[in-house]
DNA sequence: CCCTGATTCGC
DNA sequence: GCGAATCAGG
């Protein structure tokens, strides 16, 4: 499949729309993403809205064997940015410091540590962790849940907006209008 | 792991 | 010119 100059302007247009690379390539059809991105490039028109574009870095690989460079690949500190520990949440909470919940013993009487914390355990964080008395909620968890669902809660606060309208409606998202959702 | 665009390079 | 492979990032 050539591009032909219609399959172009189709592409210009979508591209100019802000649709993605591989939206466009099912759009036309016959093609894939790279397609696309590469008849993108070639047109001169890539970068759409991006604000940014400081990086100047590619692919290597089967370079100039001569001098070639070890590349010390040096690898980006990225903080995660995860859901927020625990911790994050009690110091953030600072002087209200909410209690919420105890840490419940095991069937053995004792308290879940980190030395007998396991699976389907709540791993809330109780105590100071550098005391000997520090110990985890350990209540029952939902399978792949970190937390119980009391700390769950408290863990994962979405800004909970009351009166939440709950639109379940599931219309067929539009081919064109679907936006990201993971 | 899903996705995004960017770049390179053999064809 | 083309686009798969690859990279880099979200």
């Excluded at 591989?22 to 993403?33: M, P, W, Y």
């Excluded at 410091?97 to 095991?106: Q, T």
Aim: with cysteine; charged share 25%; proline share 12%.
């Amino acid at each position: 499949m050539a591009w032909t100059e219609d399959r172009v302007e189709k592409l210009t247009k979508l591209w100019a729309e802000g649709l993605s690379a591989s939206q466009i390539a099912k759009e036309l059809g016959e093609v894939t993403r790279n397609a696309v991105i590469g008849k993108v490039h070639r047109l001169g028109l890539s970068g759409r809205a991006k604000p940014s574009r400081p990086k100047q870095k590619a692919a290597p690989k089967t370079a100039t064997a001569t001098t070639a460079a070890p590349a010390p690949k040096a690898r980006t500190p990225r903080a995660p940015s995860a859901p927020r520990t625990p911790q994050q949440i009690v110091a953030a909470a600072a002087v209200p410091a909410p209690p919420p919940l105890e840490a419940k013993p095991m069937s053995n009487g004792e308290f879940a540590t980190i030395m007998t914390i396991t699976d389907h355990m709540c791993k809330w964080p109780i105590g100071d962790p550098t005391s000997s008395e520090f110990r985890f909620c350990g209540r029952k968890t939902d399978p792949d849940e970190p937390y119980c669902v009391a700390h769950s809660r408290v863990a994962y606060q979405p800004s909970r907006r009351r009166g939440a309208s709950s639109n379940t409606k599931a219309l067929g998202p539009s081919p064109t209008s679907r936006k990201r959702l993971r």
